[in-house]
Protein backbone atom coordinates (compact mmCIF):
# COMPACT_ATOMS: atom_id res chain seq x y z
CA UNK A 1 0.00 0.00 0.00
CA UNK A 2 1.66 3.27 -0.79
CA UNK A 3 1.31 6.73 1.20
CA UNK A 4 -1.36 8.61 -1.03
CA UNK A 5 -3.52 5.10 -0.87
CA UNK A 6 -3.07 5.14 2.62
CA UNK A 7 -4.13 9.26 2.92
CA UNK A 8 -7.11 7.98 1.08
CA UNK A 9 -8.82 6.10 3.87
CA UNK A 10 -8.97 9.06 6.27
CA UNK A 11 -12.43 9.21 7.36
CA UNK A 12 -13.94 12.09 7.75
CA UNK A 13 -13.02 13.49 11.31
CA UNK A 14 -9.61 13.41 10.34
CA UNK A 15 -8.78 9.57 12.43
CA UNK A 16 -7.72 6.44 10.93
CA UNK A 17 -9.74 3.33 12.30
CA UNK A 18 -8.69 -0.24 12.01
CA UNK A 19 -11.56 -2.66 10.87
CA UNK A 20 -10.28 -5.89 11.93
CA UNK A 21 -9.43 -7.37 15.23
CA UNK A 22 -6.72 -6.04 17.42
CA UNK A 23 -4.19 -8.46 18.35
CA UNK A 24 -1.88 -6.39 20.15
CA UNK A 25 -4.44 -5.60 22.78
CA UNK A 26 -1.84 -3.68 25.04
CA UNK A 27 -2.79 -1.06 22.78
CA UNK A 28 -6.22 -0.74 23.05
CA UNK A 29 -6.31 1.99 25.78
CA UNK A 30 -10.23 2.61 25.39
CA UNK A 31 -12.02 3.02 22.18
CA UNK A 32 -10.64 6.69 21.64
CA UNK A 33 -7.07 6.09 22.75
CA UNK A 34 -6.96 3.38 20.31
CA UNK A 35 -7.94 4.99 17.53
CA UNK A 36 -5.90 8.28 18.31
CA UNK A 37 -2.52 6.23 18.85
CA UNK A 38 -3.21 4.14 15.21
CA UNK A 39 -4.11 7.83 13.92
CA UNK A 40 -0.81 8.84 15.11
CA UNK A 41 0.98 6.00 13.51
CA UNK A 42 -0.78 6.06 10.46
CA UNK A 43 0.44 10.53 10.45
CA UNK A 44 3.80 9.60 10.60
CA UNK A 45 4.26 7.29 7.84
CA UNK A 46 2.35 10.08 6.01
CA UNK A 47 5.04 12.52 7.09
CA UNK A 48 7.96 10.84 6.47
CA UNK A 49 6.46 9.83 3.19
CA UNK A 50 4.60 12.26 1.31
CA UNK A 51 5.21 15.12 -0.02
CA UNK A 52 4.20 17.93 1.45
CA UNK A 53 1.82 19.17 -1.94
CA UNK A 54 0.57 15.71 -1.90
CA UNK A 55 -0.54 15.05 1.57
CA UNK A 56 -0.41 18.02 3.03
CA UNK A 57 -4.80 18.39 3.84
CA UNK A 58 -4.68 14.77 5.14
CA UNK A 59 -1.93 15.57 7.60
CA UNK A 60 -3.22 18.85 8.89
CA UNK A 61 -6.70 16.92 9.32
CA UNK A 62 -4.92 14.32 10.96
CA UNK A 63 -3.26 16.26 13.45
CA UNK A 64 -6.87 18.34 14.11
CA UNK A 65 -7.93 15.10 15.02
CA UNK A 66 -5.00 14.05 17.70
CA UNK A 67 -5.36 17.72 19.04
CA UNK A 68 -8.44 17.12 20.08
CA UNK A 69 -8.46 13.78 21.59
CA UNK A 70 -9.86 14.31 25.04
CA UNK A 71 -7.87 10.78 26.16
CA UNK A 72 -5.05 12.36 24.92
CA UNK A 73 -3.72 14.06 28.39
CA UNK A 74 -4.96 10.83 30.32
CA UNK A 75 -2.50 8.18 28.51
CA UNK A 76 0.85 8.44 28.53
CA UNK A 77 1.73 5.87 25.39
CA UNK A 78 -0.55 8.05 23.24
CA UNK A 79 0.70 11.36 24.55
CA UNK A 80 4.10 10.48 23.60
CA UNK A 81 3.42 9.28 20.55
CA UNK A 82 1.57 11.97 19.92
CA UNK A 83 4.59 14.28 21.04
CA UNK A 84 6.88 12.22 18.94
CA UNK A 85 4.68 12.60 16.00
CA UNK A 86 4.37 16.46 15.97
CA UNK A 87 8.38 16.76 16.26
CA UNK A 88 9.08 14.85 13.19
CA UNK A 89 6.33 17.02 11.58
CA UNK A 90 8.00 20.30 12.95
CA UNK A 91 4.39 21.31 14.56
CA UNK A 92 4.11 24.81 15.45
CA UNK A 93 2.77 22.65 18.74
CA UNK A 94 5.38 20.47 19.97
CA UNK A 95 7.20 22.63 21.96
CA UNK A 96 4.14 22.47 24.21
CA UNK A 97 4.24 18.88 23.93
CA UNK A 98 7.45 18.53 25.01
CA UNK A 99 6.98 20.40 28.17
CA UNK A 100 3.84 18.03 28.89
CA UNK A 101 6.02 15.23 28.52
CA UNK A 102 8.76 16.07 30.84
CA UNK A 103 6.04 16.84 33.57
CA UNK A 104 4.32 13.34 33.45
CA UNK A 105 7.74 11.71 33.30
CA UNK A 106 8.72 9.51 36.38
CA UNK A 107 12.21 10.00 37.93
CA UNK A 108 13.84 7.26 39.50
CA UNK A 109 17.29 8.50 40.69
CA UNK A 110 19.24 9.49 37.65
CA UNK A 111 16.56 7.55 35.44
CA UNK A 112 13.61 9.13 33.90
CA UNK A 113 10.49 6.62 32.11
CA UNK A 114 6.76 7.27 31.29
CA UNK A 115 3.87 5.46 31.31
CA UNK A 116 2.68 3.45 34.66
CA UNK A 117 3.85 -0.57 35.55
CA UNK A 118 0.60 -2.34 34.61
CA UNK A 119 2.48 -3.57 31.24
CA UNK A 120 6.36 -3.50 31.49
CA UNK A 121 6.67 -3.84 27.59
CA UNK A 122 3.89 -0.88 26.85
CA UNK A 123 6.70 0.77 29.57
CA UNK A 124 9.49 0.53 27.58
CA UNK A 125 7.88 1.46 24.46
CA UNK A 126 6.38 4.34 25.69
CA UNK A 127 10.01 5.66 26.98
CA UNK A 128 10.89 4.84 23.30
CA UNK A 129 8.80 7.19 22.03
CA UNK A 130 9.63 10.07 24.32
CA UNK A 131 13.11 9.72 23.73
CA UNK A 132 12.52 9.75 19.58
CA UNK A 133 11.23 13.04 20.38
CA UNK A 134 13.96 14.42 22.81
CA UNK A 135 16.43 13.36 19.89
CA UNK A 136 14.20 15.09 17.39
CA UNK A 137 14.28 18.10 19.15
CA UNK A 138 17.99 17.74 19.42
CA UNK A 139 18.19 17.44 23.57
CA UNK A 140 20.40 15.13 23.66
CA UNK A 141 21.79 15.87 27.49
CA UNK A 142 18.36 15.57 29.09
CA UNK A 143 18.02 12.27 26.91
CA UNK A 144 20.07 10.90 28.60
CA UNK A 145 18.46 9.43 32.11
CA UNK A 146 15.76 7.88 29.72
CA UNK A 147 18.68 6.10 27.79
CA UNK A 148 20.19 4.82 30.61
CA UNK A 149 16.58 3.85 32.25
CA UNK A 150 15.94 1.80 28.35
CA UNK A 151 19.50 0.11 28.96
CA UNK A 152 18.92 -0.90 32.13
CA UNK A 153 15.53 -2.68 31.14
CA UNK A 154 17.23 -4.91 28.12
CA UNK A 155 17.26 -8.81 28.42
CA UNK A 156 20.78 -10.74 28.80
CA UNK A 157 20.16 -11.49 25.28
CA UNK A 158 19.58 -8.00 24.09
CA UNK A 159 16.05 -8.01 23.70
CA UNK A 160 13.09 -6.08 25.89
CA UNK A 161 9.73 -7.06 27.08
CA UNK A 162 8.29 -8.03 23.16
CA UNK A 163 8.42 -7.84 19.58
CA UNK A 164 7.09 -4.25 19.58
CA UNK A 165 8.65 -2.76 22.29
CA UNK A 166 11.97 -4.05 21.34
CA UNK A 167 12.10 -2.59 17.74
CA UNK A 168 11.39 0.79 19.27
CA UNK A 169 13.48 0.49 22.20
CA UNK A 170 16.06 -0.10 19.72
CA UNK A 171 15.88 2.50 17.43
CA UNK A 172 16.00 5.23 20.03
CA UNK A 173 18.75 3.79 21.40
CA UNK A 174 20.05 3.61 18.03
CA UNK A 175 19.46 7.35 17.11
CA UNK A 176 20.71 8.45 20.29
CA UNK A 177 24.13 6.55 19.22
CA UNK A 178 24.43 8.01 15.82
CA UNK A 179 23.36 11.39 17.17
CA UNK A 180 25.87 11.43 20.22
CA UNK A 181 28.68 10.09 18.02
CA UNK A 182 28.17 12.41 15.03
CA UNK A 183 31.02 14.81 15.32
CA UNK A 184 33.35 12.33 17.11
CA UNK A 185 36.00 11.17 15.16
CA UNK A 186 36.51 7.39 15.00
CA UNK A 187 35.66 5.10 18.13
CA UNK A 188 38.80 3.99 19.16
CA UNK A 189 38.80 2.46 23.28
CA UNK A 190 39.91 0.40 25.41
CA UNK A 191 38.10 -1.20 28.12
CA UNK A 192 39.40 -2.87 31.07
CA UNK A 193 37.11 -5.24 33.65
CA UNK A 194 38.29 -5.75 37.16
CA UNK A 195 36.29 -8.71 39.00
CA UNK A 196 37.39 -9.71 42.76
CA UNK A 197 37.25 -12.65 44.24
CA UNK A 198 38.33 -11.02 48.27
CA UNK A 199 41.43 -8.85 47.67
CA UNK A 200 42.59 -11.07 44.11
CA UNK A 201 41.29 -8.95 41.07
CA UNK A 202 41.06 -10.34 37.58
CA UNK A 203 41.31 -8.41 34.48
CA UNK A 204 39.59 -8.73 31.50
CA UNK A 205 40.69 -6.10 28.66
CA UNK A 206 38.43 -5.50 25.41
CA UNK A 207 39.73 -3.13 22.89
CA UNK A 208 36.59 -0.95 20.43
CA UNK A 209 37.61 0.32 17.19
CA UNK A 210 35.49 1.29 13.94
CA UNK A 211 36.21 -2.32 12.78
CA UNK A 212 34.71 -4.69 15.54
CA UNK A 213 32.50 -1.63 16.89
CA UNK A 214 29.14 -4.00 16.10
CA UNK A 215 30.72 -6.71 17.56
CA UNK A 216 29.47 -8.03 20.68
CA UNK A 217 32.34 -8.43 22.73
CA UNK A 218 31.23 -10.95 26.06
CA UNK A 219 33.05 -12.04 28.65
CA UNK A 220 31.91 -14.94 31.34
CA UNK A 221 32.59 -14.26 35.32
CA UNK A 222 32.90 -16.44 37.82
CA UNK A 223 29.94 -17.30 40.57
CA UNK A 224 32.86 -16.21 43.11
CA UNK A 225 33.23 -13.33 41.90
CA UNK A 226 32.36 -10.36 44.54
CA UNK A 227 32.69 -7.32 42.88
CA UNK A 228 32.91 -6.07 39.50
CA UNK A 229 34.51 -1.92 37.79
CA UNK A 230 35.06 -0.55 34.65
CA UNK A 231 37.64 1.63 33.19
CA UNK A 232 37.65 3.27 29.86
CA UNK A 233 40.32 5.10 27.72
CA UNK A 234 40.33 6.49 24.94
CA UNK A 235 37.72 8.42 22.53
CA UNK A 236 34.04 7.02 21.06
CA UNK A 237 30.86 5.13 22.52
CA UNK A 238 30.93 2.05 24.19
CA UNK A 239 27.47 0.17 25.99
CA UNK A 240 28.46 -1.80 28.68
CA UNK A 241 26.23 -4.02 30.06
CA UNK A 242 26.64 -6.22 33.24
CA UNK A 243 24.19 -9.36 33.73
CA UNK A 244 23.75 -11.11 36.46
CA UNK A 245 21.36 -14.97 37.22
CA UNK A 246 20.10 -15.87 40.59
CA UNK A 247 19.06 -19.05 40.52
CA UNK A 248 16.34 -19.68 43.48
CA UNK A 249 14.93 -22.93 44.94
CA UNK A 250 11.30 -23.19 44.70
CA UNK A 251 8.33 -25.76 45.62
CA UNK A 252 7.08 -26.90 42.80
CA UNK A 253 3.97 -25.29 41.99
CA UNK A 254 0.67 -27.58 40.49
CA UNK A 255 0.90 -28.22 37.29
CA UNK A 256 -1.85 -26.79 35.18
CA UNK A 257 -3.16 -26.72 31.25
CA UNK A 258 -3.16 -23.29 29.98
CA UNK A 259 -5.91 -24.22 27.49
CA UNK A 260 -8.79 -27.08 28.00
CA UNK A 261 -9.34 -28.95 24.17
CA UNK A 262 -12.23 -31.00 23.68
CA UNK A 263 -12.89 -32.95 20.53
CA UNK A 264 -15.94 -34.64 19.19
CA UNK A 265 -16.74 -36.38 16.50
CA UNK A 266 -20.64 -35.54 15.00
CA UNK A 267 -20.94 -37.61 11.94
CA UNK A 268 -18.56 -40.38 11.25
CA UNK A 269 -19.81 -41.40 7.74
CA UNK A 270 -17.69 -42.32 4.44
CA UNK A 271 -18.51 -39.13 2.94
CA UNK A 272 -18.64 -36.79 5.86
CA UNK A 273 -16.15 -36.27 8.95
CA UNK A 274 -17.51 -33.66 10.85
CA UNK A 275 -15.43 -32.52 14.08
CA UNK A 276 -16.71 -30.33 17.27
CA UNK A 277 -13.35 -28.83 18.73
CA UNK A 278 -13.70 -26.32 21.46
CA UNK A 279 -10.88 -24.95 22.86
CA UNK A 280 -11.19 -22.60 26.38
CA UNK A 281 -8.30 -20.86 28.44
CA UNK A 282 -8.33 -22.02 31.99
CA UNK A 283 -4.75 -20.56 32.94
CA UNK A 284 -5.27 -16.43 33.69
CA UNK A 285 -2.19 -15.88 32.00
CA UNK A 286 -3.70 -17.23 28.81
CA UNK A 287 -6.63 -15.66 28.88
CA UNK A 288 -5.84 -12.73 26.23
CA UNK A 289 -3.03 -14.15 23.75
CA UNK A 290 -2.99 -15.78 20.30
CA UNK A 291 -2.91 -19.03 20.08
CA UNK A 292 -2.34 -21.66 16.94
CA UNK A 293 -3.86 -24.96 16.87
CA UNK A 294 -3.39 -27.59 14.79
CA UNK A 295 -5.73 -30.29 13.37
CA UNK A 296 -4.13 -33.24 11.28
CA UNK A 297 -6.42 -35.04 8.99
CA UNK A 298 -6.16 -37.57 6.42
CA UNK A 299 -3.73 -36.68 3.00
CA UNK A 300 -6.01 -35.72 0.08
CA UNK A 301 -8.97 -35.12 2.21
CA UNK A 302 -10.97 -31.90 0.93
CA UNK A 303 -10.90 -29.37 3.69
CA UNK A 304 -14.27 -26.97 4.10
CA UNK A 305 -14.27 -25.52 6.97
CA UNK A 306 -17.02 -23.61 8.80
CA UNK A 307 -15.97 -21.37 11.90
CA UNK A 308 -18.53 -20.88 14.53
CA UNK A 309 -16.52 -19.48 17.47
CA UNK A 310 -16.39 -16.39 19.57
CA UNK A 311 -14.00 -13.55 18.95
CA UNK A 312 -11.86 -14.13 16.16
CA UNK A 313 -10.71 -17.18 14.15
CA UNK A 314 -8.49 -17.63 11.06
CA UNK A 315 -8.33 -20.64 9.16
CA UNK A 316 -5.28 -21.58 6.75
CA UNK A 317 -4.98 -24.83 4.81
CA UNK A 318 -2.13 -26.94 3.34
CA UNK A 319 -2.94 -26.46 -0.33
CA UNK A 320 -0.99 -30.01 -0.75
CA UNK A 321 -0.78 -31.02 2.55
CA UNK A 322 -2.98 -32.94 5.88
CA UNK A 323 -2.78 -29.80 8.40
CA UNK A 324 -4.93 -27.19 8.85
CA UNK A 325 -3.76 -24.75 11.40
CA UNK A 326 -6.57 -21.90 13.40
CA UNK A 327 -5.35 -18.82 15.05
CA UNK A 328 -7.20 -18.55 17.55
CA UNK A 329 -8.00 -14.68 19.38
CA UNK A 330 -9.90 -14.76 22.67
Request: charged share 25%; net charge negative.
Amino acid sequence: MCSSDLASRQIRDGSFVERQELVHRELAVGAEGCALALSAYTLLALVETLKPENGSGAIEKGFDYLLRGQSLQEDPYVFALTTYVLSVARHPRRQEFMKKLEAIAVMDGDKMHLGNESSRALVVETTAYALLAYLQEGRLIEAYPIVKWLVEQRSPEGGFQSTQDTVVALTALGEYTAKTAAGQGDTDMQITMRTFREADPTLHNAGVDNDNALILQEFRLGHDRQSVDFIGKGHGLVLVQLTSTCWVDEAPSEEREAFEVSVKVQDGSRKLLQLRICVQAVAPESADVMAMMEVNLLCKTEKTFNWGGRGNGRIKVDKYGSNCRVALQH
